[in-house]
């Protein structure tokens, strides 16, 4: 069974579309994230949702929402999109241990998006 | 967030030891320091942690340096399926998200 699941795998789309990413696990985690992997590889964190609630937005731009209908999914849409969105996106889970740093971060297979 | 340093990439010969090397000067006395590998095409992975003692799981082995300065990550026996991107990632207290750097990338030959 596939501990974190992301559909769709491959996403080709033309510029100012609005698309959707979803993901979910089956990990009973109650923490779940969004990365981005550009074309040189960095990979950074955009959003973390604990128990629905969004805990990060790392100075995303607004056509990018998350949304957790519940604690088992977390959707990324992304409106108007642009050519500068093109990257794999990462979804992830972990269940959050309060304050000691020790949490492990289980992630899923990427979506790899393109902009045309 | 406290900042590591890692060798942009290493190769080794298929069964024999690895030390990927990490350097983290500014770690503060709570982050614990993870190790994640990405194998192409795939999401990243967790591979171990620790915070001051040398820690063994089946992947692989985390040696931290006693200051917590560096540490190094070693996989006893090196395959061809352990080529990848090894990520060493300092996780602070209560932060919950994980900074990557460019990481290693590890190449393995037969």
């Known amino acids: 069974d596939t501990a974190v699941s992301q559909t769709p795998k491959y996403l080709v789309t033309q510029m100012g579309n609005d698309k959707s990413i979803k993901c979910e696990q089956n990990l009973g985690h109650d923490t779940m994230y969004w990365y981005k992997q550009d074309s040189k590889k960095f990979l950074k964190i955009m959003f973390s949702y604990n128990n629905k609630e969004l805990i990060i937005n790392e100075t995303v731009p607004n056509r990018f929402s998350p949304k957790s209908p519940d604690k088992a999914h977390l959707n990324l849409h992304i409106n108007s999109l642009e050519l500068g969105d093109s990257a794999v996106y990462f979804c992830?889970?972990?269940?959050?241990?309060?304050?000691?740093?020790?949490?492990?971060?289980?992630f899923g297979p990427g979506t790899r998006l393109l902009v045309l | 967030d406290a900042k590591t340093t890692q060798p942009n990439s290493m190769e080794s010969n298929e069964e024999e030891p690895v030390h990927l090397p990490c350097n983290h000067s500014t770690i503060s006395g709570t982050d614990y320091i993870h190790w994640y590998r990405q194998l192409p095409s795939q999401g990243p992975e967790y591979v171990i942690h620790g915070l001051t003692s040398n820690v063994n799981n089946r992947m692989a082995s985390l040696a931290i340096a006693e200051d917590r300065k560096s540490s190094t990550l070693i996989l006893h026996r090196a395959t061809l399926r352990d080529a990848a991107v090894y990520y060493c990632?300092?996780?602070?207290?209560?932060?919950?998200?994980?900074?990557f750097g460019t990481g290693t990338r590890l190449q393995v030959t037969l």
């Open positions: 990632i300092l996780s602070q207290v209560g932060a919950s998200k994980l900074t």
């Open positions: 992830a889970s972990s269940q959050r241990t309060g304050s000691s740093g020790q949490e492990t971060q289980y």
